[in-house]
């Protein structure tokens, strides 16, 4: 993340622009923005080096309320729009605001692509499982059999896991977090600035007006720590409201034990820095009700930025061949004198 | 053969023992099947054709499958070549000698061969299976039916494998050497020097000595046949042509546009970032621009069409030069994106080199049929200018060009070439020191100041990158306000900056220069064109002058906005026709903005206008062709 020199610290204040918030009352939008407010502010973030980049959709006004260079563009473009921004200018620090549906649905594509190349850029996607801009319909991670407007017999689309195409695509930083459990967005927010490569980090968003309480299982005092796994590099994966319920592989198959009779030395030790995404994918399998679903960081890993290979080459060429000059360029190849 | 020039000439060369006849102009061309190497040998041809100092221009022709099957006319590739003494904007309508390394390539080309020709055939490529996958007959070599032309009848197989022999290599990659036996043939016939083609072989195949020498060795033998061998009484000299003085380099179109847009980043002082997704026939852009790297040219290979222009315009966003280069199918996913900088006003270029259509159309032939997609494809009200190169090495210049009005304008600029300029090749002059002016780039600093959507007398907005302390602003596809450049959806706002966006693209008139007329400012008959059809129309009405009829020629390079004289040209003529590789695009532009009757000359055959089309045209309206 790009700091200034000298920045003083800089307050959440300071990160919001004058326009007025337009989200619905209960949108768990609200809380996001707010989150990776107080994340840039603690780290000092150059707001005139920052630029906010999102497509079409609820989350996508996100820009128009950071005070920070913003653009918002057109359905799900956002990561190829980024991806130039990136290029032009390396030493910005990029963030890509997107939906379930602007990111997995029309704009699938440059997700994919945009991580495979690993561009040094943040996604942040709010899922909240319903296209609410157009007030309603089933989105690409509705679940199968969602009613709505136009699904009312019940959505015959399988659903798309956005981890798990993250992982695919053999993402370098994944993690995923839940809208109201605002300490561990901040975590996932600021780990995720932190990365160098492309991160991509899922936030289960509630919708309060299409999609209200989809994420209830996961939000419910009660019920909350039964179905949530968090994640922690080099520990096991245990959870439940006293923390007596673990995961352990059996096979080929995550399964949840009682503490009670299997030793904690039994579970899945979490190890974000697998070389191959292999338990990363297996754990974003990992789905409610049959099991607690994980929220934390999936993978870390290094890998060298798209941004800074093409600099590369561009060094290595200068480097070889001297800075371009243009009467050398125009006279390469086969030339004639006319006189 | 060609224009023979009044003081003929029949001298004893002092090389060859057979008599050279002098030429004003020729045109050749290069036939066989697409693994035969036709393209090579007559981008050689060209090349030391141009470093002769002849006015140089070329046509290929090659066929849209890699290989289709061998010795199908499908699989047949050509190229032509047009060498003159004179000032040329055509590679010819048709050609004074052939080569037809097989049957199906004999088939294809020999109406365009003109009646006593010169027609070289490899007579080893006439095997009676070859003749049936070319659905011949009969051997036309022995049915007489090419009694009208210098037919010589080579056994240029036989003789490549026999002059290589001593290489090394096997028949197969022996016998692909034979291409070059057939170049040194027209190298003897058209008395052309070795030594530049030679030298390009070596560095080609330095790596692969026994190819190279085979490839020398196969030129050369080539040659020597056609001086020794009977059968050629006489060979042909092209005098170099006079060309403005200067240093010369043979450029393609598509060449053109490359080495254009890297000029242009540098004389704005920019990195060029072009991002682009392969397609034909526009990838040859892609591929140069790669080799440019030491110019701070970034290239991205995009995963689709939409993401090369979305990242262009992330690009622009940022500060960088962004262009993007493809072609019809391409340039129709791309709209929503051009859009999207129309309405943010951010400066970059959009390449389309057009092809035939719709659809995927014809992928390698050539067309003029997107020039309403340029205008008019997009939703909403949402002017871009448009520009188009009218040849090759106009294709230099039309670069440049785009690049400055965008970044003067802070605008995207549609930048048309087609497929029949961006293959086509012709000498470009390098500019002298100081004749390109430094395209002047201003961003904003003064954050008391900037206003994201204030304007300047021209009606552009500033263009402030991020990264600049204090200028922290949102652009986005929704309606901006007015000045301060907030999201509005007021009525009355709408209204306004559809009307400023509107101005601001028609106040580039102001910048563009007052269209010229070639001929006379008023008469008879003006015909008019754009893009890659102005060799053909130049040439017709140069010729149609030349008899004394009463025709003038008006070539449009801003197709938006147009010139600001235009309408005043039009109306000075009693009629005005209007010739395009489409069903009238540009006849109905011109009918809308003037109420102007005209005449529409329309052609969709995935090749351009021949001259003689457009000259029979010109006869036909002012009374009778005169031959």
């Given at each position: 993340?790009?700091?200034?020199?000298?920045?003083?610290?800089?307050?959440?204040?300071?990160?919001?622009?004058?326009?007025?918030?337009?989200?619905?009352?209960?949108?768990?939008?609200?809380?996001?923005?707010?989150?990776?407010?107080?994340?840039?502010?603690?780290?000092?973030?150059?707001?005139?080096?920052?630029?906010?980049?999102?497509?079409?959709?609820?989350?996508?006004?996100?820009?128009?309320?950071?005070?920070?260079?913003?653009?918002?563009?057109?359905?799900?473009?956002?990561?190829?729009?980024?991806?130039?921004?990136?290029?032009?200018?390396?030493?910005?620090?990029?963030?890509?605001?997107?939906?379930?549906?602007?990111?997995?649905?029309?704009?699938?594509?440059?997700?994919?692509?945009?991580?495979?190349?690993?561009?040094?850029?943040?996604?942040?996607?709010?899922?909240?499982?319903?296209?609410?801009?157009?007030?309603?319909?089933?989105?690409?991670?509705?679940?199968?059999?969602?009613?709505?407007k136009s699904s009312p017999q019940g959505s015959i689309d399988h659903p798309v896991h956005p981890v798990t195409v993250a992982l695919g695509m053999e993402i370098t930083f994944v993690a995923r977090a839940i809208d109201v459990d605002v300490e561990h967005v901040q975590y996932v927010l600021r780990r995720a600035a932190a990365h160098k490569g492309t991160a991509f980090v899922e936030i289960y968003q509630n919708c309060q007006v299409y999609n209200a309480n989809a994420y209830g299982w996961a939000t419910d005092r009660q019920t909350k720590h039964d179905h949530v796994v968090y994640l922690e590099h080099g520990k096991p994966l245990i959870f439940g409201r006293n923390r007596d319920k673990g995961i352990r592989m059996n096979g080929e198959t995550p399964e949840v034990v009682d503490l009670a009779k299997v030793s904690a030395d039994d579970?899945?030790?979490?190890?974000?820095?697998?070389?191959?995404?292999?338990?990363?994918?297996?754990?974003?399998?990992?789905?409610?009700?049959?099991?607690?679903?994980?929220l934390g960081v999936f993978r870390a890993v290094d890998k060298p930025t798209y941004?800074?290979?093409?600099?590369?080459?561009?060094?290595?060429a200068r480097e070889k061949d001297g800075p371009g000059r243009l009467e050398a360029l125009f006279r390469a190849g086969e030339t004639w004198e006319v006189k | 053969m060609g224009t023979v020039t009044p003081a003929e000439q029949q001298d004893i060369d002092g090389q060859s023992a057979k008599p050279t006849r002098e030429l004003v102009q020729a045109a050749i061309r290069f036939a066989g099947d697409s693994g035969d190497g036709m393209q090579l040998v007559g981008s050689q041809f060209t090349a030391t054709s141009a470093v002769?100092?002849?006015?140089?221009?070329?046509?290929?022709?090659?066929?849209?499958?890699?290989?289709?099957?061998?010795?199908?006319?499908?699989?047949?590739?050509?190229?032509?070549?047009?060498?003159?003494?004179?000032?040329?904007?055509?590679?010819?309508?048709?050609?004074?000698a052939l080569v037809a390394m097989n049957p199906a390539a004999l088939?294809?080309?020999?109406?365009?061969?003109?009646?006593?020709?010169?027609?070289?055939?490899?007579?080893?490529?006439?095997?009676?299976?070859?003749?049936?996958?070319?659905?011949?007959?009969?051997?036309?070599?022995?049915?007489?039916?090419?009694?009208?032309?210098?037919?010589?009848?080579?056994?240029?197989?036989?003789?490549?494998?026999?002059?290589?022999?001593?290489?090394?290599?096997?028949p197969r990659d022996a016998g692909r050497c034979r291409n070059f036996y057939a170049l040194g043939l027209d190298y003897w016939l058209f008395d052309r020097p070795l030594e530049s083609t030679l030298r390009w072989i070596?560095?080609?195949?330095?790596?692969?000595?026994?190819?190279?020498?085979?490839?020398?060795?196969?030129?050369?033998?080539?040659?020597?046949?056609?001086?020794?061998?009977?059968?050629?009484?006489?060979?042909?000299?092209?005098?170099?042509?006079?060309?403005?003085?200067?240093?010369?380099?043979?450029?393609?179109?598509?060449?053109?546009?490359?080495?254009?847009?890297?000029?242009?980043?540098?004389?704005?002082?920019?990195?060029?970032?072009?991002?682009?997704?392969?397609?034909?026939p526009a990838s040859e852009i892609l591929h140069d621009l790669t080799t440019y790297k030491s110019f701070d040219v970034r290239v991205f290979q995009a995963e689709d069409e939409i993401a090369a222009m979305c990242a262009i315009i992330g690009a622009a966003f940022a500060g960088a030069i962004g262009v993007t280069g493809t072609s019809g199918p391409g340039m129709a996913l791309k709209q929503e994106a051009i859009g999207l900088a129309v309405m943010t006003e951010l400066p970059c270029v959009v390449i389309n080199v057009q092809r035939g259509g719709p659809s995927t159309g014809l992928p390698t032939k050539t067309e003029q049929s997107d020039l309403w997609q340029a205008l008019l494809g997009r939703n909403g009200e949402c002017p871009a200018p448009v520009l188009a190169a009218q040849s090759p090495a106009d294709c230099f210049r039309s670069a440049v060009e785009a690049v400055r009005i965008a970044v003067r304008y802070m605008t995207p600029v549609i930048l048309l070439s087609d497929g029949y300029i961006a293959n086509g090749a012709?000498?470009?002059?390098?500019?002298?020191?100081?004749?390109?002016?430094?395209?002047?780039?201003?961003?904003?600093?003064?954050?008391?100041?900037?206003?994201?959507?204030?304007?300047?007398?021209?009606?552009?907005?500033?263009?402030?990158?991020?990264?600049?302390?204090?200028?922290?602003?949102?652009?986005?596809?929704?309606?901006?306000?007015?000045?301060?450049?907030?999201?509005?959806?007021?009525?009355?706002?709408?209204?306004?900056?559809?009307?400023?966006?509107?101005?601001?693209?028609?106040?580039?008139?102001?910048?563009?220069?007052?269209?010229?007329?070639?001929?006379?400012?008023s008469g008879e008959l003006l015909a008019v064109s754009w893009g890659g059809t102005f060799g053909a129309v130049r040439t017709a009405v140069e010729r149609a002058r030349e008899d004394g009829q009463d025709v003038s020629h008006v070539h449009v390079r801003w197709l938006n906005p147009l010139p600001r004289n235009l309408g005043e040209i039009l109306k000075g003529f009693r009629?005005?026709?209007?010739?395009?590789?489409?069903?009238?695009?540009?006849?109905?532009?011109?009918?809308?903005?003037?109420?102007?009757?005209?005449?529409?000359?329309?052609?969709?055959?995935?090749?351009?206008f021949t001259v003689r089309e457009i000259q029979d045209q010109i006869g036909e309206l002012l009374g009778g062709a005169p031959q």
């Open positions: 993340m790009s700091t200034g020199p000298n920045v003083p610290p800089l307050t959440v204040r300071e990160f919001k622009s004058d326009q007025n918030v337009r989200w619905c009352a209960g949108c768990g939008d609200h809380s996001i923005l707010l989150q990776l407010q107080k994340v840039l502010a603690s780290a000092c973030a150059d707001r005139d080096r920052t630029v906010f980049v999102s497509g079409i959709g609820c989350s996508s006004r996100f820009p128009y309320y950071m005070d920070t260079y913003g653009f918002h563009s057109i359905h799900g473009r956002a990561p190829a729009i980024a991806t130039g921004v990136k290029c032009a200018n390396p030493d910005l620090d990029v963030w890509v605001i997107t939906g379930d549906g602007d990111a997995l649905s029309i704009g699938g594509n440059h997700v994919l692509h945009t991580i495979r190349r690993n561009v040094g850029l943040r996604m942040v996607l709010f899922n909240n499982r319903v296209y609410g801009l157009t007030k309603g319909q089933y989105s690409p991670t509705s679940d199968f059999g969602t009613r709505t579970l899945i030790i979490h190890n974000e820095k697998a070389a191959e995404p292999t338990m990363a994918y297996l754990l974003a399998r990992m789905h409610h009700p049959e099991y607690p679903e994980p941004e800074d290979l093409m600099m590369g080459q561009i060094a290595a | 002769l100092g002849n006015e140089v221009a070329t046509f290929p022709d090659y066929p849209a499958e890699i290989r289709a099957p061998a010795g199908t006319v499908g699989g047949v590739s050509g190229y032509q070549i047009n060498f003159s003494s004179r000032h040329i904007h055509t590679p010819g309508d048709r050609v004074d088939k294809v080309n020999l109406a365009d061969l003109v009646e006593g020709g010169v027609l070289i055939v490899d007579t080893d490529e006439f095997t009676d299976a070859n003749l049936e996958r070319a659905k011949y007959a009969a051997n036309p070599l022995q049915t007489g039916e090419l009694s009208r032309y210098q037919v010589h009848a080579v056994p240029i197989t036989q003789q490549t494998l026999g002059a290589v022999k001593d290489t090394g290599l096997g070596n560095g080609k195949f330095a790596k692969v000595p026994a190819v190279a020498s085979a490839n020398r060795l196969a030129l050369q033998a080539g040659y020597a046949f056609g001086d020794t061998a009977e059968a050629f009484t006489m060979r042909y000299r092209v005098k170099p042509a006079r060309l403005r003085p200067g240093t010369y380099r043979n450029l393609t179109g598509n060449q053109a546009l490359a080495l254009g847009c890297v000029t242009a980043a540098q004389l704005a002082g920019k990195p060029l970032f072009y991002g682009s997704y392969p397609i034909t012709e000498p470009w002059r390098v500019p002298d020191d100081g004749e390109l002016p430094k395209i002047e780039v201003r961003h904003p600093t003064d954050a008391q100041t900037f206003r994201p959507y204030a304007r300047d007398e021209r009606g552009v907005r500033p263009w402030a990158i991020p990264g600049t302390p204090g200028l922290r602003h949102r652009i986005g596809g929704l309606e901006k306000a007015d000045v301060t450049g907030h999201i509005s959806y007021d009525p009355a706002n709408h209204q306004r900056m559809t009307a400023l966006r509107a101005q601001k693209v028609a106040n580039i008139a102001q910048d563009i220069p007052d269209q010229e007329v070639f001929g006379d400012r009629r005005v026709l209007v010739c395009e590789l489409n069903m009238g695009q540009f006849e109905f532009l011109l009918r809308g903005q003037y109420l102007v009757p005209t005449i529409g000359l329309h052609k969709v055959q995935g090749r351009p």
